[in-house]
């Protein structure tokens, strides 16, 4: 048990890498908020999940680009269970379409959620962290998007490349408090985020070709980057991304 007596935070929890990291983060001892936006009944799989791994777990309705809504995360998180130890920014939305056509209502939501989002929230983690004294963990679940264009996707690259800048900044400013900072950049990972591309043959084949282990890869690889993280054998880690994504960005222009 890596995260015993641990409190987590996981936004975005109610469906694919959040709740894989959701469960994986219960299944090592951590107490866990699932955070959702929308059906409830998915934050209660997620849920039922946790209390399969014989921990508690509580879920909260809070949209993460609301700075109200997210400060009453952080207050029910540290209201039910006292304090808060890990925050894992996973919330996201994308939406594809040509540069010269994307609307700005869209351009908006996507930089709120994807950017602001995390900003919020670990900025309200952080200041508990602080408040208790004892460091804390900020995981942000980013993209090989924060390095690599796409083409139709400019508002959602633009949010992960902020991401890692703003990991990388307040890594700095949080590591005198042993509060560690890091990304995680997943590549192409089986979830309903890509459900435009599992639906059309001919896009997945193409995008396999591009991955070098030649497949997706599956929420629970992602989370037990995010359990490694987010344990005290990480502690010396701050700052960085780390990729996981079959060798796909290696992959990227080698033609
Ligand atoms: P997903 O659509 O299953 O998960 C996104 C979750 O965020 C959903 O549960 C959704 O309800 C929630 N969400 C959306 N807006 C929100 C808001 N305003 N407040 C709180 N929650 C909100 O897709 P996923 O693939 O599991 O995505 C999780 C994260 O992983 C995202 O940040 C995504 O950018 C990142 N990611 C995914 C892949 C991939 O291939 N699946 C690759 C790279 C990065």
């Not at 998915?42 to 039922?48: G, K, P, S, V």
């Not at 990388?168 to 408090?177: D, K, N, Q, Y």
């Not at 084949?205 to 991955?211: D, P, S």
């Not at 701050?238 to 996981?244: K, N, R, V």
Request: charged residues 20%; aromatic residues 6%.
């Amino acid at each position: 048990m890596r995260l015993k007596k641990r409190v987590a935070i996981v936004t975005g929890a109610a469906t694919g890498i959040g709740q894989a990291i959701a469960v994986a983060l219960a299944s090592e001892g951590a107490a866990v908020v699932v955070d959702y936006v929308g059906k409830s009944q998915l934050a209660d799989e997620t849920l039922q999940k946790i209390a399969a791994a014989g921990v508690q777990g509580i879920s909260v309705e809070a949209d993460v680009s609301d700075p109200a809504q997210v400060q009453k995360l952080v207050e029910q998180a540290v209201g039910k269970f006292g304090k808060l130890d890990i925050l894992v920014n996973n919330a996201g939305i994308e939406f594809k379409q040509p540069f010269l056509d994307f609307p700005f209502d869209l351009w908006q939501k996507i930089i709120a959620v994807d950017l602001t989002g995390p900003w919020l929230c670990a900025q309200a983690a952080a200041r508990q962290m602080v408040k208790q004294g004892n460091g804390g963990r900020i995981i942000n679940i980013s993209s090989v998007h924060e390095d690599l264009p796409m083409p139709t996707n400019a508002p959602y690259c633009a949010a992960k490349g902020g991401l890692r800048m703003l990991t990388r900044t307040i890594a700095l400013e949080l590591a005198p408090h042993k509060i560690t900072v890091n990304n995680i950049g997943p590549g192409a990972i089986y979830t309903p985020i890509d459900k435009d591309v599992e639906a059309d043959p001919n896009m997945e084949k193409q995008l396999m070709a591009e991955i070098p282990l030649g497949r997706w890869g599956r929420p629970e690889e992602v989370a037990e980057l995010a359990v490694f993280l987010a344990s005290d054998a990480a502690a010396y880690i701050t700052g960085s991304t780390h990729f996981i994504d079959g060798g796909m960005l290696r992959m990227a222009g080698s033609l």
